[in-house]
């Protein structure tokens, strides 16, 4: 557990990196990417809170949610 732990940290600041690219940029594509950003966090904490309630393993959450970090990597990295 807690190798994935450390990777989903090494992805996540990744993710954040692309992320605050794309906000610097500015415009209405770095407006979109804010509002995303929030609402994923929001439907990512009840996600992994209600896994936990439902007996999910942190092992497995943390799983979930490495995925949708890889997600976002993919969708930020991708060229226009």
Do not use: C, W, Y
Request: hydrophobic letters at 50%.
């Amino acid at each position: 557990m807690l190798i994935s732990f450390i990777r989903l940290a090494i992805e996540a600041n990744e993710v954040i990196g692309l992320r605050m690219m794309k906000i610097i940029s500015g415009g209405p594509d770095a407006m979109a990417e804010i509002q995303l950003m929030i609402t994923e966090k929001i439907n990512a904490s009840a996600e992994a809170g209600t896994s936990l309630i439902f007996g999910q393993s942190p092992t497995a959450v943390i799983a979930r949610v490495r995925g949708h970090v890889a997600n976002n990597q993919r969708r930020l990295s991708a060229r226009p």
